[in-house]
């Protein structure tokens, strides 16, 4: 892992650059989650290009910043990827769930002017279930009882092995209560319907077929609603595609890249 320091904490990242030369990637983890989620992207896609995936802010490697959830958190959010896009040259932001409100984020209010956008099980307004929030809040077994729900079929995966549940359960409880709840009461609070036809930004949109989080209609939405969007969705797969079904995800991801010239 590698670290920058920036606006008083350090952010850890992990690049990987087997000589591509296409315009390198950044990409930004889901609530709870951490850059692991996007091991496939960093082996796989980085002969073609740059990757590189960071730890948000009170995640994985990455310090923490003492925020209120909501536009403040994000706004930190953005902070973390604007510094980790200087060190590793990023033109292309790819986020799954709160990592891309993190990117819709930056290019509309972080005054980031991305080659691209690619949203990964994410859209324009993240609703949280009011059961999901009321588990969060509480005390006792409530994390307990959001952890297990998440990773209910068609949740965060459609078809997992009993080793990717184990690890992706794990993963969130490292997070912890606090950082977790934050994570999605931001997403909570994230509505840009009415901003995206201000996205000059050419914006990709895809999740699993299977994605009950943030289902493809979802996605359809931006499309249409951005000034240059397309949208699709990965067979096989929840709302952890890039995790579940790799090989379709990078290979519409670098279509789409491909298309665009980048």
């Not at 590698?2 to 992990?14: E, I, L, P």
């Not at 005054?111 to 005390?139: C, M, P, Q, Y």
């Not at 409880?173 to 901003?195: K, N």
Request: proline fraction near 3%; charge should be negative.
């Amino acid at each position: 892992m590698q670290t920058v320091t920036h606006d008083g904490r350090t952010t850890a990242y992990r690049a990987e650059d087997r000589d591509g030369s296409a315009t390198p990637l950044l990409c930004a983890h889901g609530s709870g989650g951490t850059h692991g989620v996007w091991k496939a992207q960093l082996v796989r896609l980085s002969g073609t290009r740059p990757v590189a995936a960071l730890d948000l802010s009170g995640h994985g490697e990455s310090d923490d910043v003492d925020t209120d959830p909501g536009p403040e958190t994000l706004t930190a959010y953005v902070e973390d990827v604007r510094a980790v896009a200087d060190e590793v040259d990023a033109g292309v932001l790819v986020g799954n769930s709160l990592g891309g409100a993190v990117a819709l984020t930056a290019v509309l209010d972080g005054g980031f002017d991305a080659d691209a956008v690619v949203l990964a099980g994410s859209g324009a307004k993240l609703s949280v279930l009011d059961e999901l929030r009321d588990w969060l809040a509480g005390e006792g077994d409530g994390f307990s009882r959001a952890v297990e729900f998440l990773h209910r079929e068609d949740f965060l995966f459609h078809d997992p092995s009993e080793r990717e549940l184990a690890v992706s359960k794990e993963a969130m409880r490292e997070a912890g209560r606090e950082v977790v709840e934050r994570d999605f009461m931001s997403c909570h609070t994230f509505d840009v319907r009415d901003r995206l036809d201000q996205v000059e930004t050419p914006v990709f949109a895809l999740t699993g077929e299977y994605d009950r989080l943030t289902p493809p209609q979802y996605h359809e939405y931006v499309a249409e609603h951005v000034q240059d969007g397309a949208w699709t969705t990965v067979e096989d797969a929840a709302h952890l595609s890039m995790l579940e079904a790799p090989e379709a995800f990078n290979d519409e991801l670098s279509a789409f890249l491909d298309e665009r010239g980048l």
